[in-house]
């Protein structure tokens, strides 16, 4: 039986999900508001970045690293046209050792259920440009989670590392976990608040209020940066034409999806899907990133 483009889309999103991936990021690159279930890690290479998370600001130099807790929100600053971003994003779960003593665990959980941001440290930087440079085209996945579970023990033993942190609160922790896995899963079809809010156990208005204080954005505006992100994957490593990545990702048309997808990357995705730039990314990372 031929699967659908719906499923077609769900596998190849499901492929690329969560793999550990690691790239120099351009202002091409940078989107507007998102958030994703993996943990982003920002280490800025060259110059200065502000980014916000959630309602926190934070102001990163040369050679700091910024870890962004994952289903939190946040947004780059204006990037100048030399600043240099080495962006490292992995699911939580996939740096975590099943065979880690209670303590060590809750150390584990306690660090990445937080965003945080490192003070310069040469441990870091030879981490972050090992992951950076690594050139092996096979088994990449192994090598750059060997470098994050070495950066998250060096962490954890030198806690005067950490310059600043910004907890996650409990009530957006609650929910947004499961809201996010569930507009993934969906997304490529028509949704509405009322679906969403049935499933997850909410009333319609307190889950149009709850997406709305959690994430700074409305229920579209969230279900728009999901199908924003999916069609950045498609966009990145399939030959689709932009019509059919419009359909895909469960835009109603293609006039839709290209206003959607510049108001949010910050270009359209015609542009987005230019050689140099899908070249560069494919060259730096062997799985995909949701931007």
Not at 193 to 220: D, P, Q, W
Request: proline share 2%.
């Amino acid at each position: 039986m031929m699967k659908s483009k719906e499923e077609h889309s769900m596998e190849l999103y499901h492929y690329f999900e969560g793999k550990p991936i690691c790239m120099l990021v351009t202002q091409h690159c940078v989107a507007d508001k998102h958030l994703h279930r993996e943990t982003e890690m920002v280490f800025l290479l060259k110059g200065e970045l502000e980014v916000r998370v959630e309602n926190r600001l934070f102001h990163i130099q040369e050679g700091e690293l910024l870890s962004i807790c994952e289903n939190t929100l946040h947004q780059y600053g204006v990037m100048n046209s030399d600043t240099q971003i080495v962006k490292i994003k992995c699911m939580r779960e996939w740096m975590m050792p099943s065979f880690m003593e209670q303590a060590e665990s809750e150390a584990y959980h306690h660090l990445y259920s937080q965003s945080f941001l490192l003070r310069r440290d040469e441990v870091v930087y030879r981490i972050a440009k090992e992951m950076l440079n690594y050139s092996e085209e096979s088994y990449v996945e192994y090598f750059y989670l060997s470098r994050l579970i070495e950066l998250t023990a060096h962490i954890l033993q030198h806690s005067e590392t950490i310059k600043e942190t910004s907890p996650v609160n409990f009530e957006n922790a609650r929910y947004m976990d499961e809201a996010l896995k569930y507009l993934q899963k969906n997304c490529y079809q028509q949704l509405t608040l009322r679906m969403l809010a049935e499933h997850i156990g909410l009333t319609e208005c307190y889950c149009s209020k709850y997406i709305k204080k959690n994430t700074g954005i409305s229920f579209v505006q969230y279900l728009n940066a999901i199908r924003v992100n999916n069609a950045q994957r498609l966009l990145m490593y399939t030959d689709y034409n932009i019509t059919e990545i419009a359909q895909r990702c469960g835009f109603s048309s293609i006039q839709t999806f290209n206003r959607v997808f510049k108001l949010q990357a910050g270009c359209t995705p015609r542009d987005y899907r230019t050689p140099n730039h899908r070249g560069h990314a494919l060259a730096c990372s062997s799985s995909c990133c949701s931007i």
